[in-house]
C-alpha cells in the first residue's frame, strides 16, 4: 500500500475516490480531528467522516490559497 501522508487543514479541498450523487469528487475540509466534516464543492451538501476514511479514500489534497 502507497503510504500517503497528506497534512489536512481546514479549507484545503480533497479529491475523493467516489464522487457524490451530484456528480464532484471534490469536497472542502471544514472541520479536522478524528472526524472529518466535508461540504460537496457541487451542492454544497455537508457530511462527517472519519479520519480513517477521509485518508483512505483520498486522491488528491489541494491546499488552500
Not at 479549507?11 to 464522487?19: N, P, S
Not at 450523487?21 to 457530511?47: N, T, Y
Amino acid at each position: 500500500m502507497k503510504d500517503r501522508n497528506f497534512d489536512y487543514e481546514v479549507g484545503d479541498i480533497v479529491k475523493l475516490k467516489k464522487q457524490h450523487p451530484c456528480g464532484s469528487q471534490e469536497w472542502e475540509i471544514l472541520r479536522v480531528g478524528a472526524d472529518f466534516r466535508l461540504k460537496c464543492m457541487g451542492c454544497e451538501h455537508q457530511v462527517m467522516l472519519s479520519r480513517r476514511l477521509v485518508e483512505k479514500n483520498t486522491r488528491e489534497l489541494k491546499k488552500k490559497a
